[in-house]
């Protein structure tokens, strides 16, 4: 591994980008959420070719840096209140909070009703929604594995257990060896048939461990418009991975 230095428009200092070569067929070049950007190459492209590579993306690296920079910047007014909105299955749902005796969440339609004896404590809101939102999305993913989980049942395989937890640079993860899946506890944020893509993506590790020509293969075989899927996760609602 070796990191570049990449000087972009109004980045004084530039911009560090983590170079990886690996064992693979094409270039790959990633902007997380938290500002690392890593590329990652097959063992023989040259340096050279890496560096004009680079700058020839660094229009696309510093848009995708803006779009994470602008979304930390309002981290602060899209906190849970009433009156905020936030985005559910795909769908823009508003928030409303009540003071009451009890702690009660619940959605009618597009609106997200948050009861607390303590509506004007922001951490205490936040705990009590982020309680709800983890048991409401692992129902959710839940539902997911068990709709697609016959489609790696003929092989044999168990259904994977389900872990929800929150994730920087991932929409999910699988363990073949304690089959188990790792959903990202944002990916409630997206739209089902993109949640049905991250899903059937981690089933087919059970059968694929490496993002290889069978990998994809299986994948366009039972999903063919998953490019498109992925894309909207990538570049639309990864951009929402706050409130």
């Not at 023989?44 to 910047?73: H, Q, S």
């Not at 959710?140 to 257990?161: E, H, N, Q, S, T």
Request: hydrophobic share 40%; aromatic share 12%; glycine share 4%.
């Amino acid at each position: 591994m070796k990191i570049k230095r990449l000087f972009l428009p109004r980045t004084p200092g530039g911009v560090e980008v983590i170079i990886e070569r690996k064992s693979m067929k094409k270039v790959r070049l990633k902007v997380f959420p938290d500002g690392v950007v890593k590329l990652s190459a097959p063992l023989g492209v040259p340096d050279a070719w890496i560096d004009d590579y680079l700058t020839g993306k660094a229009p696309w690296i510093a848009k995708a840096l803006n779009y994470f920079t602008d979304a930390r910047a309002n981290e602060i007014t899209t906190s849970i209140r009433s009156g905020v909105s936030t985005s559910i299955l795909g769908r823009q749902v508003r928030i409303i909070v009540n003071e009451a005796r009890s702690y009660r969440i619940e959605q009618r339609d597009d609106r997200v009703y948050i009861q607390s004896p303590t509506a004007g404590d922001q951490q205490a809101l936040q705990r009590q929604f982020e309680r709800w939102w983890q048991k409401q999305s692992r129902l959710y993913f839940l539902a997911v594995i068990d709709r697609m989980y016959p489609v790696i049942a003929r092989y044999g395989l168990d259904k994977p257990a389900l872990q929800v937890r929150k994730m920087k640079t991932r929409w999910g993860s699988s363990s073949g060896r304690y089959a188990k899946i790792n959903l990202n506890y944002y990916l409630y944020k997206a739209p089902p048939p993109c949640i049905d893509y991250v899903v059937l993506h981690e089933l087919a590790h059970s059968l694929y461990h490496r993002h290889d020509k069978d990998f994809y293969d299986f994948l366009t075989v039972r999903m063919p418009d998953w490019k498109e899927r992925k894309r909207i996760l990538d570049h639309e609602i990864v951009k929402e991975l706050i409130y």
